[in-house]
Every structure is written in C-alpha cells, then in structure tokens.
T-cell receptor
Framework: DAGVTQSPTHLIKTRGQQVTLRCSPK?????VSWYQQALGQGPQFIFQ???????QRGNFPDRFSGHQFPNYSSELNVNALLLGDSALYLC?????????????FGEGSRLTVL | AQSVTQPDIHITVSEGASLELRCNYS??????LFWYVQSPGQGLQLLLK??????LVQGIKGFEAEFKRSQSSFNLRKPSVHWSDAAEYFC???????????FGAGTRLFVKA
C-alpha cells in the first residue's frame, strides 16, 4: 500500500521564479493538505483540498496556490519566490472532510530559494 | 485563536530513562489532540491521538499521553527511552471544524548512551 508520495524531493530556485510541487495521497484518501515547515519550526497550514476545491486556507499570500485532480493528487504552486519561501513543504492526506485531523504525511519537498 | 505551546525546545535523556514532553494548547472546546514524530529527513508520523473518552491514550512505540482539561495539557510520556527515539516531536491540535491541524514548534529529543 503506497503511502503519500511527493516530488521532487529537493529543488533549488532563484528569487522571482515559480515552482510546482506534486503530491499523491495515500491509497483510499481523498483529502490533501499542504504545510510549510521552516527550519526549526513546526509545520504551518497552507491549505486543504477536497473534491477538487480549496476548503480552507491558512495565513499565506495569494502567491501560494493549489489544485486537486480527479484522482485526488494535488499540486502546490508558488509564484514570485522569495528567500523566505525556503522550507520543507509537506503534503498530508486524510479521508473525508471535515476530518479528524489525523494526517498521513509524505517525506516532503525541500525548496531552497537563492 | 487555537495554539499549541511546547515549552521545551530540546531535551536530553539517557537511554533507559523515562521521558515526558510537555504540551499546552489553547482551544475553545474539547480538541482533537495528537503527537507526531519526525526523524531527520522524514515526514511526520502519528504516534497517538485523543478524540474523547479515556484521558490516557496509548500509542505506537511504547508512548502514551494524558489529556488534562484543567491544565489544557497533553503531555507525552515513555517509561524507558531507546536510542532510536531520538527525533523531533510535535504536539498538534485538530480544528474540530475539520480542516486544519495546528502544530507546536516541536521538541528535539536527544538520547545519550
């Protein structure tokens, strides 16, 4: 049973560029949440997708956008990258919404912005 | 607003010693509470969860946690720590509206031989 898979695992971008991160949820899960984890910090909620719609957004600017596909996989897009966007981006999947908050995480995509 | 506080940035314990990691939360109602563990270069793994009922919950890898409503706490314990327990531990509260989970800043556990 495949767990949550994310790609790419590492990437380096320069300021002003755009990045797309991808996530496939755990088999049987239909809800995808994205989190940003800066160095030494806990994960911060970016947004959650269910039935191809954004259900809730955390305190992140519109430069952060997402999408969920009919097969439940998801993308996170960040435009006009800033140095402060350097972080580990975690995808978490769950079943149904509202959910209990029990999340299954991927290993993350480490983004470095130079 | 909901929040989670983990007062200890890092803790060092000897292998075989007992462990307690502290967690305090702020939430208007009875929350869903979680502890997750993150090993270096890994994603987060759920250790245990509290939704309702018995306030002492058992998790994987020999961990347990106790929900104390009067103290707004959900401390994680283990009677005997193994070297493989060295990792970062995150306490989290689930929004019972059902969308987001709020994490504390984490406690890094070091285990010495």
């Amino acid at each position: 049973d495949a767990g949550v898979t994310q790609s790419p695992t590492h990437l380096i971008k320069t300021r002003g560029q755009q990045v797309t991160l991808r996530c496939s949820p755990k088999s049987g899960h239909d809800t995808v949440s994205w989190y940003q984890q800066a160095l030494g910090q806990g994960p911060q909620f970016i947004f959650q997708y269910y039935e191809e719609e954004e259900r809730q957004r955390g305190n992140f600017p519109d430069r952060f956008s997402g999408h969920q596909f009919p097969n439940y996989s998801s993308e996170l897009n960040v435009n006009a990258l800033l140095l402060g966007d350097s972080a580990l981006y975690l995808c978490a999947s769950s079943y149904g919404t509202p959910n209990t908050g029990e999340l299954f995480f991927g290993e993350g995509s480490r983004l470095t912005v130079l | 607003a909901q929040s989670v506080t983990q007062p200890d940035i890092h803790i060092t314990v000897s292998e075989g010693a007992s462990l307690e990691l502290r967690c305090n939360y702020s939430y208007g109602a009875t929350p869903y509470l979680f502890w997750y563990v993150q090993s270096p270069g890994q994603g987060l793994q759920l250790l245990l969860k509290y939704f309702s009922g018995d306030t002492l919950v058992q998790g994987i890898k020999g961990f347990e946690a106790e929900f104390k409503r009067s103290q707004s706490s959900f401390n994680l314990r283990k009677p005997s720590v193994h070297w493989s327990d060295a990792a970062e531990y995150f306490c989290a509260v689930g929004d019972t509206g059902g969308f987001k989970t709020i994490f504390g800043a984490g406690t890094r556990l070091f285990v010495k031989a």
